[in-house]
């Protein structure tokens, strides 16, 4: 299994190509002149129609893009003064407070969600369920600055109805009949909204997640549920009054129906389907690496804004892997796959001899948007990286120490 680092890094090293891993982390080395003239050379060497189709829909994405990489949050900035979401209990290290502005960013931006792909150890649970706690914060503070105001808006309006005559009395009343209304709506959504965000993972990681949530946030801080036990559906009412759901992969494959040969669906009576949610979090989310499975064709049916995949190891034979994760985050037009092979057909990592009649030229391409989709949807730091601008790695390890035991 390679970091998606070190598969770029065979990519060039092998076929004699310049270096760009040491670029992937580094959005203002992507030249978007560079790379605007190699669609357009791509455009202008076609000779089918469904090669010139595929220019054309990645001349769409290109920009739009690069716009959206100048929006990404800087990781030099100095993160120690970050305030921590209300209710948790630990201090956020500067790496994960960095990773959740991420998330907001990418969330904001087309796809709505990214791949959240830390090594293993440096907190990505506590990131997701930290930056899921900021969400709420900023909802709640929204919804008393609205209710605030309605009440300022009814205070003048008594203040002024005073001064008025008799005669407007009637609409008066009308008037702040209404913002009476709003105020008691306002206050409703307060209390029962919900993030109603669905957490796909593995069964022997439901107690993790949920020691997260106990260990190291205040009580209350989420309504949570469990979809998961052989009577799960007898206990799914107002599912989606929940802020968060765990369910497993293998429930998800269950009960969520894939199209037939014939492209028909069977109606699912599971509450999973039936919900539209705001949030999709998928974690160990290479359990999906495959694309012609169930499992991630189901995942893909699932309907929500957001998405969010989590996994160390985004790719592990194959560039196919990552196309799995971008189909299921609906990034079109890359989550169709004969696209995906021909900006990708080129690549393989199982050790296979490569083909001779793949053009430097559409090499040198390849990696560069390798690297350029890498910057985009990836965000993946390892325990031996350092703060921007000092030898401090992210996180503060004991020295690995090795004692030797000798068995008689």
Not at 65 to 82: I, T, V
Not at 154 to 176: F, H, P, T, W
Not at 271 to 280: A, D, E, G
Request: net charge positive.
């Amino acid at each position: 299994m390679l970091d998606i680092k070190d598969e770029v890094y065979q990519v060039q090293s092998q076929r004699g190509l310049p270096d760009a891993a040491s670029q992937m982390s580094n959005p203002s080395k992507l030249d978007k002149n560079d790379l605007r003239a190699q669609v357009a050379q791509g455009l202008n060497k076609q000779q089918t129609n469904r090669n010139y189709s595929y220019e054309e829909k990645l001349k769409s994405i290109t920009d739009p893009m690069f716009e959206s990489l100048e929006q990404k949050p800087d990781p030099e900035q100095n993160y120690d003064d970050f305030v921590n979401p209300k209710g948790l209990k630990v201090k956020l290290l500067p790496h994960q407070c960095y990773s959740m502005q991420w998330l907001k960013w990418r969330e904001g931006e087309y796809p709505h969600g990214g791949i959240l792909a830390d090594d293993m150890g440096l907190g990505k649970t506590l990131t997701i369920l930290g930056y899921l706690k900021l969400t709420k914060d900023i909802y709640e503070r929204r919804q008393r600055e609205k209710l605030q105001k309605l009440e300022d808006e009814e205070e003048e309006e008594e203040d002024q109805d005073e001064e008025n005559d008799k005669e407007n009395d009637i609409d008066d009343r009308k008037y702040l009949k209404r913002l009476k209304s709003k105020k008691n709506k306002l206050r409703e959504e307060a209390t029962s909204k919900r993030l109603k965000t669905l957490i796909v993972l593995p069964a022997s990681l439901l107690h993790q997640w949920q020691g997260e949530i106990n260990n190291k946030f205040e009580k209350n801080s989420f309504k949570v549920h469990v979809y998961h036990e052989a009577n799960r559906k007898k206990y799914s009412y107002n599912l989606d009054d929940n802020d968060i759901v765990f369910t497993t992969y293998e429930i998800i494959s269950r009960e969520v129906n894939v199209p037939d040969k014939e492209g028909h669906i069977a109606k699912s009576d599971s509450p999973l389907v039936n919900i539209k949610w705001k949030r999709i979090i998928l974690d160990e989310a290479h359990r999906i690496k495959n694309h012609s499975t169930k499992a991630n064709k189901a995942m893909c049916l699932l309907k929500s804004k957001y998405r969010i995949a989590i996994t160390g190891t985004p790719v592990h034979n194959s560039l196919n892997d990552l196309y799995s994760l971008v189909k299921f985050l609906h990034f079109e037009p890359l989550d169709d796959f004969g696209l995906w092979k021909y900006l990708f057909a080129s690549e393989t990592f199982s050790g296979r001899s490569q083909s001779k009649t793949i053009s430097m030229e559409r090499e040198k391409r390849l990696g560069f948007w390798l690297k350029f989709l890498s910057d985009y949807l990836i965000l993946r730091r390892t325990k031996k990286d350092k703060f921007h601008g000092t030898d401090k790695c992210i996180v503060d390890l004991p020295e690995k120490k090795v004692k030797k035991l000798d068995l008689n």
